[in-house]
């Protein structure tokens, strides 16, 4: 058993087990055959050495060549290297595959993209015009493979709910000018979708692929979805009933309309309905239990479609008061750039932000979980230009706003798409719809929209991850409920924003309360523990050792800014103070502390008392974990210092990163700032490159102290027994 290390036996014995250590590893045949070659490091460069003709320095190239590099990446010099890629490992057997994909999502998107039009307060032929345009758009630039671009149910009910309370503003409403009021609706609706591809456009080209993941963690958008699958799934239940209930986007709001028109009742309707969900829902049971027949779950909304069609056109169920869609036009859609002026920018702007958020935020997580799966990488700011090209193309025939869709996307890698093909096909296949089949779908009820679209709602409601946060970690819980029961009570557009400003809260809050701990040596290791954690392996002491008159503390925050400084402070002076009362307990000096200190929540509780000044001599502060200090930090930093060394206590820092060495000798807190040499953690009283050589350098320096005490002492006392001889 290794002789724990304090003041008195403190050695040689410590560097020389050191030594001998780091002597064996640098000669042992495993660690030379592994090592790299030495890299030139500065100043945040950590890239290999390269030969002085080899290499081209960043800071040296031209600005015509960097200009000539910009006009390389436009879209479409990226649209061209989208294409050589694909093309130059393409095969006919993937595009078997390809085929057999968009054909199936086809078959599942007619009926579905005209039950999301109506979700967004559309003609339902608006959703096959969605299906067709972006799907053949967006893998000219998407480096996705399977997924699918249409209408989505989010960006849906966006619409749907935002669109009419504008045109409310503007003075129009359905009942009272029903053609004017739907013009000017397709109209919004049309130039939401070019805004919303100028947005994406610029963050793409911007670079800002990552901003949405700054903000948007998994329980705000878990929470969103939710919520929103509860206000979708109301606002159908009037297809499904047979009801004319004005669309919102608050439950309360949908739920007394639904009351009030309860005696508008129809039960043909009902059954139609009831029938589709019924349908839907065996399929997608089907697809689960027997992943080889995954295709069946394209089939649900065509067999729906399929027979609710039979069914009203056969029994005449119109005339006996069973609600179908309009008319249908025969053919492509017209072109409507000319409906972009003028341009509503002022009235849109805040859902246009919604819809680009909720459409980034989908269809990066649905590219990126098939990329996951197929193990190849997708560029966000590429997904960001897609999507951008996508809507602006759309917006100029007749598309609403789109995003990657889930079902549409999970199908068309089941069925084996290898390449945007597949949703290029489906486009294709959606056109000789509409150029041949369009009046088949005049017979289709609304309750079998209504049906399709709420049994696909159904799978948004993510209550698994609710109980997941409940377990894991409470904090997210709020996040979520906040996210859920804002967007079901305030809105769609309020309800992301609320839970978004939650979130940022709760990461601010959080920060703004570091963990530190008070850290111990492992016996036999360099390596240093939180006190109150115990080493669960066999061949370790389960004891962990301390050091008298020295506390050894770890910021375990990796920015230490203006909110989180004080506290810092605050905790540092509670483990001195917690430490000097320790040991004046166990040494019985001074005097006696009348209750001991205790730990709750990692904050430790305890009545200052200036014993701590004469028996803590050194606090070693470890940064491992920091990697950024503010102004407002540094100032704390040096206020500390000054602090504890007019209490005679020497503070002393270990595993500081070069950027902060850089910042401490720029504030001048052991420097005078106008010097020019740096601080050098490997040859600086305060600053060392580990924890144990801090330590072991402040045990050194006690016990020079201690030795120095004992000399003079044993002189004092020799003189003083000399002078009584003399006297006598």
Not at 88 to 107: E, I, P, Q
Not at 404 to 420: M, T, W, Y
Request: glycine fraction near 6%.
């Amino acid at each position: 058993m290794e002789t724990p290390l304090t003041p008195t036996t403190a050695s040689l014995s410590r560097i020389v087990w050191s030594s001998k250590f780091e002597t064996a590893l640098d000669e042992d045949p495993v660690f030379m055959r592994y090592r790299r070659q030495p890299v030139i490091v500065g100043d945040g460069d950590t890239s290999p050495a390269t030969p002085a003709t080899g290499g081209v320095d960043d800071d040296d190239e031209s600005s015509s060549k960097k200009i000539t590099q910009y006009c390389q990446d436009t879209i479409l010099h990226r649209v061209v290297r989208q294409y050589k890629v694909g093309v130059h490992d393409y095969s006919w057997l993937k595009l078997r595959g390809d085929f057999l994909a968009g054909c199936t999502v086809a078959v599942m998107a007619v009926p579905l993209s005209m039950s999301y039009a109506k979700l967004a307060g559309l003609p339902a032929y608006f959703g096959l015009y969605t299906s067709m345009v972006p799907p053949i758009i967006n893998p000219l630039l998407s480096t996705s493979r399977q997924v699918a671009v249409g209408p989505a149910a989010l960006v849906c009910l966006i619409l749907g709910t935002g669109l009419p309370a504008l045109l409310e503003k503007e003075g129009l409403t359905m009942e009272e000018d029903d053609e004017a009021y739907t013009a000017r609706y397709t109209m919004l609706a049309i130039q939401s979708s070019l805004l919303v591809g100028i947005l994406f456009s610029v963050m793409g080209m911007c670079r800002l692929g990552f901003v949405t993941q700054l903000f948007l963690s998994r329980a705000v958008i878990s929470g969103f979805t939710s919520g929103a699958s509860v206000t979708i799934a109301l606002s159908q239940l009037k297809y499904i009933l047979g009801l004319t209930v004005q669309s919102s986007s608050r439950v309360q709001d949908l739920i007394k309309g639904l009351i009030q028109d309860a005696s508008q009742f129809e039960w043909r309707t009902f059954l139609l309905g009831i029938s589709g969900i019924i349908i839907i829902v065996i399929c997608k049971q089907v697809s689960t239990r027997h992943p080889r027949c995954s295709w069946v779950q394209a089939l649900g909304p065509f067999l729906v479609a399929l027979l609710t069609i039979s069914l009203t056109a056969g029994l005449d169920l119109e005339s006996k008061g069973v609600q179908t869609v309009e008319t249908i036009p025969k053919g492509l859609p017209s072109f409507t750039v000319d409906w972009w002026a003028p341009l509503a920018i002022g009235d849109l702007w805040l859902m246009v932000l919604s819809i680009a958020i909720v459409a980034y935020v989908q269809s990066f997580a649905i590219s990126k979980r098939f990329a996951y799966k197929h193990g190849y990488e997708i560029d966000a700011n590429q997904e960001l230009l897609a999507l951008g090209l996508t809507n602006i193309v759309g917006g100029m025939l007749n598309s609403f706003p789109c995003a990657g869709a889930l079902g549409q996307s999970a199908v068309n890698d089941s069925i084996g798409a290898q390449s945007g093909v597949a949703s290029m096909v489906s486009g294709v296949a959606v056109m000789m719809v509409l150029l041949f089949l369009t009046p088949v779908f005049d017979y289709m009820p609304l309750a079998s929209l209504g049906a399709i679209v709420i049994s696909y709602v159904i799978s948004m409601f993510d209550y698994p991850e609710a109980i997941y946060l409940y377990k894991v970690h409470k904090s997210d819980l709020l996040v979520w409920l906040v996210a859920f029961c804002a967007t079901i009570f305030l809105g769609v557009e309020y309800g992301l924003a609320l839970a978004v400003g939650g979130s940022l809260l709760l990461v601010v809050y959080e920060a703004s309360l570091p963990h530190t701990s008070m850290l111990g040596r492992v016996p036999g290791t360099s390596l240093f523990k939180n006190v109150k954690e115990s080493p669960k392996t066999n061949d370790i002491a389960s004891t962990i050792e301390r050091y008298k008159g020295l506390v050894v503390v770890r910021i375990n925050a990796p920015l230490l800014f203006f909110a989180n400084a004080v506290p810092v402070r605050d905790k540092v002076r509670k483990y001195k103070n917690m430490a000097a009362q320790e040991l004046l307990t166990e040494t019985s000096q001074e005097r006696q502390v009348e209750s001991p200190p205790t730990i709750v929540d990692n904050e430790v509780e305890v009545t200052p008392t200036s014993t701590s000044v004469s028996v803590v001599q050194y606090i070693v502060l470890d940064l491992s974990p920091v990697t950024s200090m503010d102004t407002t930090a540094i100032h704390i930093m040096q206020d500390m210092y000054q602090t504890q060394q007019s209490d005679g206590t020497q503070l002393v820092f270990a595993n500081v990163r070069h950027s902060l060495l850089e910042k401490f000798r720029k504030s001048g807190l052991f420097h005078d700032p106008s010097e020019e040499t740096e601080i050098d953690q490997y040859d600086h009283p305060h600053f060392f490159s580990t924890t144990m050589d801090a330590v072991y350098w402040c045990l050194s320096e006690m016990d020079k102290e201690d030795k120095k005490g004992t000399v003079e002492n044993a002189v004092e006392t020799n003189n003083e027994q000399n002078g009584g001889a003399d006297h006598v």
